[in-house]
């Protein structure tokens, strides 16, 4: 008796449809677990905190540092010298006994750029600052030794050497080289502090300046001759008045 052979197919079918229902289930809380956890994410993200913006660090000046005003007079003195140079070196129109030559004009400039745009954030108008950036990048292209040995602007130089001058003046005040460095701890600009003295002081600085003056008189009392009178009268010589007077002849 023969029998027909199983077929395996549809049970198959079933298994394989069974196990995947099955791993469906079990990565579905999961998965939604993620969406909803990644949609909250989005939708509350966390808070950032501003940052404070960095403090200049000129504008507190740490005990016993320097203070603004300070350090601006320093930058403006450090323009100021080198604006000395410059000037200098475009009054002789670029040149050292006569050879033409950049006479190091172009590291001038650049610490003349260097100290304004230092200054330019601690002071409130910086307006001759920038019109001294300006100035250098005008005049630095005139001032290599290659320009100056083309003698195209010799003409121009003198021009430069009176802007630097007067440069100077605007930034530092003076154009007196005194102004060129630091005063002294409380005395102004152009005047000297003279020492407080009191009268007593004063009386015995006179006292002390009469008894030099009679310690160096009295050897010179003692060593003069006595003038000598003259008992008799003067004989009259034709050059007197009265003698002339006396006598009308000498007149005519």
Same mark, same amino acid.
């Given at each position: 008796?023969?029998?027909?052979?199983?077929?395996?197919?549809?049970?198959?079918?079933?298994? =394989?449809?069974?196990?995947?229902?099955?791993?469906?289930?079990?990565?579905?809380?999961?998965?939604?677990?993620?969406?909803?956890?990644?949609?909250?994410?989005?939708?509350?993200?966390?808070?950032?905190?501003?940052?404070?913006?960095?403090?200049?660090?000129?504008?507190?000046?740490?005990?016993?540092?320097?203070?603004?005003?300070?350090?601006?007079?320093?930058?403006?003195?450090?323009?100021?010298?080198?604006?000395?140079?410059?000037?200098?070196?475009?009054?002789?129109?670029?040149?050292?006994?006569?050879?033409?030559?950049?006479?190091?004009?172009?590291?001038?400039?650049?610490?003349?750029?260097?100290?304004?745009?230092? =200054?330019?954030?601690?002071?409130?108008?910086?307006?001759?600052?920038?019109?001294?950036?300006?100035?250098?990048?005008?005049?630095?292209?005139?001032?290599?030794?290659?320009?100056?040995?083309?003698?195209?602007?010799?003409?121009?130089?003198?021009?430069?050497?009176?802007?630097?001058?007067?440069?100077?003046?605007?930034?530092?005040?003076?154009?007196?080289?005194?102004?060129?460095?630091?005063?002294?701890?409380?005395?102004?600009?152009?005047?000297?502090?003279?020492?407080?003295?009191?009268?007593?002081?004063?009386?015995?600085?006179?006292?002390?300046?009469?008894?030099?003056?009679?310690?160096?008189?009295?050897?010179?009392?003692?060593?003069?001759?006595?003038?000598?009178?003259?008992?008799?009268?003067?004989?009259?010589?034709?050059?007197?008045?009265?003698?002339?007077?006396?006598?009308?002849?000498?007149?005519?």
């Amino acid at each position: 008796v023969l029998f027909p052979r199983p077929d395996h197919t549809k049970a198959l079918g079933e298994f =394989a449809a069974s196990v995947g229902a099955t791993e469906t289930q079990n990565k579905a809380p999961s998965e939604q677990k993620t969406m909803v956890t990644t949609t909250q994410t989005a939708e509350n993200p966390p808070e950032i905190k501003p940052q404070e913006a960095p403090k200049v660090h000129l504008a507190e000046p740490q005990p016993g540092g320097l203070s603004t005003e300070e350090t601006v007079a320093y930058e403006n003195r450090e323009i100021a010298k080198n604006l000395v140079q410059v000037e200098k070196h475009y009054a002789q129109k670029l040149r050292i006994n006569g050879i033409p030559c950049d006479c190091g004009t172009g590291r001038h400039l650049l610490a003349i750029e260097g100290g304004c745009e230092n =200054a330019i954030s601690m002071v409130d108008n910086p307006d001759v600052y920038y019109r001294v950036i300006e100035w250098c990048k005008e005049v630095g292209p005139k001032s290599t030794d290659e320009s100056a040995k083309s003698g195209l602007y010799d003409e121009e130089y003198p021009t430069f050497s009176h802007q630097a001058r007067d440069f100077r003046k605007e930034i530092i005040g003076s154009l007196d080289p005194k102004a060129l460095f630091p005063q002294k701890p409380g005395e102004p600009e152009g005047t000297r502090i003279l020492p407080v003295v009191s009268e007593e002081e004063k009386e015995e600085i006179r006292q002390k300046a009469h008894e030099k003056i009679e310690q160096v008189l009295s050897p010179m009392e003692a060593e003069r001759v006595p003038a000598v009178i003259p008992t008799e009268p003067r004989p009259r010589r034709e050059t007197d008045l009265e003698y002339l007077a006396d006598s009308p002849e000498h007149l005519a």
